[in-house]
């Protein structure tokens, strides 16, 4: 039998065993580049994740009425909804104005009331003031008295729905739905209906930009491409001169361009009396938008079809293929991710356009972006801006996912 030794433990210079000393070089590796990338995630979660989830939660979060009428909402537990509560319920209304009044949050009861019945607040003010004058009860008959809207069962329905702290109030109102008396899911009535066609008319607006810059942007892409370097460089700066003014520099040069004693209405003045209606319309807003859209579209169509070899093109000349049909079977599929990256990029940002339709554009050609400043800056309704927001990134998400999913289906055919 012949004795085999065992192999002897690898060390390093310092007597550690070599697998050990490796994972203690791959560990500090690895925390070395978790160190690196630390800031820019932090970045990236304190600036974007952040402020998403924030928006997310806030569009069904809202504690705050009940935590103002707190006895107001218990009260109403168990209310059956078909008809007005008992006396109960109106005596924890009159305690809890009353604390309202002292505390000086009366009037975000009917703030918050007034988001789903218009008009309520004044009356609820004015009750809270009245409130005070009553010692004891019958308190349903004191408050019926003060103001009839107390023995109305939208009342009732409208103080129960707020003082739920988890709601989905401000997402139904988004999409111009709310909850009926009885406690249907009804549209509301026609006169306040405005979030529908204002999503269909900010996705119209969007979809309208990008065809235009396409259309645009595409022939000048394929000259850049195929131009002597020295030429294309001097044209692309030209392209690129957009990102260096101001957004707001450009929208307002727009502005002075469109209005009807401008530049353009002068030259047309020569062949018309009639200056035509550019600015404050939607043909204003879509011109301005596709002049500052269109190097986001470009750029990408351009970086593609830099790695297109022309061999390709010849080829299928070679083969008896003729111009347009060798341009469109043969180089124009070659082109597909970057008119789908450059179409997508501008799609999204249009979506948030805030200042171009608020100087250019018309009262029936503002976006969603408007309505959000208009819930946070006018009416202070965080919870609506929220939902609107909330909406449109859900939007987004579902067009984008199809959007992929078409263009996978496409290049399976194009394979």
């Known amino acids: 039998m012949v004795a085999v030794a065992a192999s002897p433990i690898v060390t390093s210079t310092d007597g550690v065993p070599l697998k050990v000393r490796l994972q203690q070089v791959e560990r500090t590796r690895r925390l070395k580049a978790v160190a690196l990338v630390a800031p820019l995630f932090l970045y990236i979660v304190l600036s974007f994740v952040f402020p998403i989830v924030d928006m997310l939660w806030r569009s069904v979060w809202d504690p705050k009425f009940a935590e103002t ?10 209310w059956d909804r ?3 509560p008992d006396e109960s319920a109106f005596a924890a209304v009159v305690a809890d104005l009353k604390q309202a009044q002292k505390d000086k949050t009366t009037a975000y009861v009917g703030k918050r009331l007034n988001y789903d019945i218009s008009g309520i607040r004044s009356k609820i003010i004015v009750t809270g003031r009245n409130v005070e004058k009553i010692e004891s009860g019958p308190y349903k008959e004191a408050l019926i008295q003060a103001d ?4 109305d069962l939208n009342t009732w329905a409208a103080i129960e729905r707020a003082g739920h702290r988890l709601t989905a109030s401000y997402l139904l109102g988004a999409l111009d739905l709310e909850w009926s008396a009885d406690g249907e899911l009804v549209n509301v009535p026609k006169q306040r209906a405005v979030y529908r066609d204002m999503y269909v008319r900010t996705f119209w607006i969007a979809l309208q930009v990008t065809a235009f810059t396409l259309l645009l942007g595409f022939p000048v892409a394929y000259l850049l491409a195929n131009l ?19 957004l707001l520099v450009r929208t307002t040069a727009w502005f002075v361009l469109l209005q009807d004693s401008g530049p353009i209405n002068d030259v047309v003045s020569v062949v018309s009396q009639e200056p035509l209606r550019l600015i404050f319309s939607r043909v204003g807003t879509i011109i301005a938008m596709t002049h500052i859209q269109l190097p986001f579209t470009l750029l990408p169509i351009y970086s593609v079809m830099k790695t297109i070899s022309p061999n390709y093109v010849r080829a299928a000349r070679s083969l008896g293929a003729g111009p347009f049909y060798a341009f469109w079977r043969v180089y124009f599929p070659q082109t597909l991710p970057g008119i789908a990256a450059g179409c997508l990029l501008t799609f999204i940002l249009c979506l948030g356009y805030y200042i171009t339709p608020a100087l250019v554009g018309g009262a029936s ?7 959000i400043a208009l819930a946070i800056n006018q009416e202070g309704n965080w919870g609506k801006a929220a939902a609107l927001g909330t909406i449109l990134l859900a939007a987004t998400m579902i067009l984008y996912f199809i959007y992929n999913k078409l263009i996978g289906i496409d290049k399976l055919k194009l394979g």
Request: aromatic share 10%; no cysteine.
């Open 69 to 78: 009428m707190p006895q107001t909402v218990a009260a109403l537990a168990n």
């Open 82 to 84: 078909q008809s007005v």
């Open 148 to 151: 009839p809207m107390w023995n």
């Open 228 to 246: 002597p370097t020295k030429t294309a460089n001097l044209l692309m700066i030209l392209v690129l001169l957009p990102f260096w003014t101001s």
């Open 365 to 371: 050609d503002q976006m969603v972006s408007n309505y």
